[in-house]
């Protein structure tokens, strides 16, 4: 029987060079599917407030929202280590709450480990929520919730500047504690000099093939996300069709009486 994935697993793949797999994750049957396909991490990311729930950015999502989709996950018993995202303004206002919600998230939603947006500046909070044993997962460059100073979501860290930055935030956030550290949006070669710097895990999403792991939106491999289309996204299936035949059958079939029969009726 696969063993249970924890940091300690991710941290001896980055040593080893055996990539990391993860993906979004947000509910119980999925969950179940992820598992048995054997993905090492699934993230009940913050981007369900778009995916699912049909907000424009992900700056809405709640605290409870993230409880509910990460608890819905969690039933499904995983052997894949689940990361939960804090929402924005669970985390940035104050050290307390930072911790007080990371702990939540552990405690209500079931989570083994936190993901959180920022760098340098996020550095105190990170260290804060480590130092009560609530493992950090860090996420820099293209940051979601960063989209009003960004200005949208454009590639992050372009310039010399930006790029030595960037490298200044993933150093930052691994002496903080941090376990990992997603990189998103970034060049590739940045990507590949943040993760040879680094004795943590990268976890790139947009950016590039040479960190530790890959982690996407579920919704987006399965052709299920109209909104953005993003270039580092590879669509590995056409869901939408397969359900729009399903529904399209199904009404057709009702408005003909032709479902149900006797087949599917008591008698
Ligand atoms: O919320 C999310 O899905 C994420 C990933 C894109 C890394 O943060």
Redesign the pocket.
Known sequence: MKKKITILDLQKMKCSGEKITML?CYDYPTARIMDECGIDAL?V???VGVTVSGYDN?LPVTMDDIIYHSRAVARAKPKSLLVA?MPFLSYQTDLREARLNAGRLVKDGGAEAV?LEGGENMADCIKAIVDMDVPVMA?IGLT?QSIHRMGGYRVQGKSETAGEKLLADAIAVQNAGAFSV?L?GIPRNLGRMITSELSIPTIG?GAGDFCDGQ?L?IHDILGLCEKYSPKFVKKYADVKTVISDAVSRYAAEVKAGAFPTEEHSFS
């Open positions: 979004t993230l990311g913050d981007s992900t995202d993901k996420h979601p997603v998103e999403i982690v939106v």
